[in-house]
């Protein structure tokens, strides 16, 4: 029988299949298609802004390097983005492109922390990620 078995690089599975498996690391593979997902999406909400050339240039050029700080994983791309559209202001934007969460843990708990902030009633019930 074989099993395809595919995940994060989590230390608890590679050491239950190191020995079992062949691993196929995908992360350099694919950070191509991370670039241009975040390039179109990127290029499209800033077009919803009525902001002069230059300061969507500005823009542009802050948010370069985030397909880099993915590291291989789309998710990441995708909540950073999620996250910087929950904001309207430019200013706040450029706060935010200048802080950027450091990881996906750090990225879901960006996206907490507004949600909570945005509706101080709402009730949250989040299983964290385990951290290794």
């Given at each position: 029988m074989k099993v395809i078995?595919?995940?994060?690089?989590?230390?608890?599975?590679?050491?239950?299949l190191h020995l079992k498996a062949i691993s196929l690391r995908i992360r350099l593979k694919n950070s191509q298609d991370?670039?241009?997902?975040?390039?179109?999406?990127a290029e499209r909400w800033l077009s919803t802004f009525d902001i002069?050339?230059?300061i969507c240039s500005d823009l542009r050029d802050r948010l370069e390097h985030v397909?880099?700080?993915?590291?291989?994983?789309?998710?990441?791309?995708k909540l950073v983005l999620a996250?910087?559209?929950?904001?309207?202001?430019?200013?706040?934007?450029?706060?935010?492109?200048?802080?950027l969460?450091?990881?996906?843990?750090?990225a879901y708990g960006r996206i907490i922390g507004r949600i909570k902030e945005l509706s101080p009633g709402l009730v949250l019930k989040i299983n964290p990620m385990p951290s290794h």
């Amino acid at each position: 029988m074989k099993v395809i078995v595919s995940s994060r690089d989590e230390v608890d599975i590679s050491n239950i299949l190191h020995l079992k498996a062949i691993s196929l690391r995908i992360r350099l593979k694919n950070s191509q298609d991370i670039e241009k997902y975040w390039n179109d999406n990127a290029e499209r909400w800033l077009s919803t802004f009525d902001i002069d050339d230059a300061i969507c240039s500005d823009l542009r050029d802050r948010l370069e390097h985030v397909p880099k700080e993915a590291e291989g994983m789309f998710l990441y791309a995708k909540l950073v983005l999620a996250h910087l559209k929950s904001f309207s202001n430019i200013e706040d934007i450029k706060a935010e492109i200048n802080n950027l969460p450091a990881g996906l843990n750090a990225a879901y708990g960006r996206i907490i922390g507004r949600i909570k902030e945005l509706s101080p009633g709402l009730v949250l019930k989040i299983n964290p990620m385990p951290s290794h």
